[in-house]
T-cell receptor, first 116, second 116 residues
Framework: GDSVTQMEGPVTLSEEAFLTINCTYT??????LFWYVQYPGEGLQLLLK?????DKGSNKGFEATYRKETTSFHLEKGSVQVSDSAVYFC???????????????FGQGTILTVHP | EAGVAQSPRYKIIEKRQSVAFWCNPISGHATLYWYQQILGQGPKLLIQFQNNGVVDDSQLPKDRFSAERLKGVDSTLKIQPAKLEDSAVYLC??????????????FGPGTRLTVL
């Protein structure tokens, strides 16, 4: 079945440091890929997405590129801020029809803490 | 536009008791999902509805969990009887569909269940 693996956490950085959170996936067909963020005390929010190979999703300074050859979707940000402290989830969605249509399969999440 | 609403936000029960959660999706969204998020893990899909029909309930523990979506709008998720391992956050999400591509899922704030 489909699965998503995220890098071990938690991640602790100083403000303005470079961020990479690794994400790899296993899926049949051509999934869509997502990064969701969960800020303290809030619900899950979509951060960015990519729906086909070589697409780059970007939002709020975060970027991730859909790499089909390495089955990866790593999240990057050039300069993190204290306000980026949150839990980040990589996820995939089966684009094919059938019973799994639209279902999200999540990684285990990575806790990011940014210090001033 | 109003988001996905869930209630209650918190619930504490004794094991073997029953509990029910309610979800009101975004208006016009045909697809509704219930996820279970155990502490330290990513959300796991329990059940997916398309209008008032079940699309995927393969990971729903049907001996104790049930869900319904009457009239294709609101949904309730019930646990009877609850076990200690059911302690988790229960997330509801909804999405619209466009052709064969799944649209973004919008998540509610979740219901945090503690089973003692």
């Amino acid at each position: 079945g489909d699965s998503v693996t995220q890098m071990e956490g938690p991640v602790t950085l100083s403000e303005e440091a470079f961020l990479t959170i690794n994400c790899t996936y296993t899926a049949t067909g051509y999934p869509s890929l997502f990064w969701y963020v969960q800020y303290p005390g809030e619900g899950l929010q979509l951060l960015l997405k990519a729906t086909k190979a070589d697409d780059k999703g970007s939002n709020k300074g975060f970027e991730a590129t859909y790499r089909k050859e390495t089955t990866s979707f790593h999240l990057e940000k050039g300069s993190v801020q204290v306000s980026d402290s949150a839990v980040y989830f990589c996820a995939l969605s089966d684009r094919a029809g059938g019973t799994s249509y639209g279902k999200l399969t999540f990684g285990q999440g990575t806790i990011l803490t940014v210090h001033p | 536009e109003a988001g996905v609403a869930q209630s209650p936000r918190y619930k504490i029960i004794e094991k073997r008791q029953s509990v029910a959660f309610w979800c009101n999706p975004i208006s016009g969204h045909a697809t509704l999902y219930w996820y279970q998020q155990i502490l330290g893990q990513g959300p796991k899909l329990l059940i997916q509805f398309q209008n008032n029909g079940v699309v995927d309930d393969s990971q729903l523990p049907k001996d104790r969990f049930s869900a319904e979506r009457l009239k294709g709008v609101d949904s309730t998720l019930k646990i009877q009887p609850a076990k200690l391992e059911d302690s988790a956050v229960y997330l509801c999400a909804s999405s619209s569909t466009s052709g064969s591509l799944p649209n973004e899922q919008f998540f509610g704030p979740g219901t945090r269940l503690t089973v003692l």
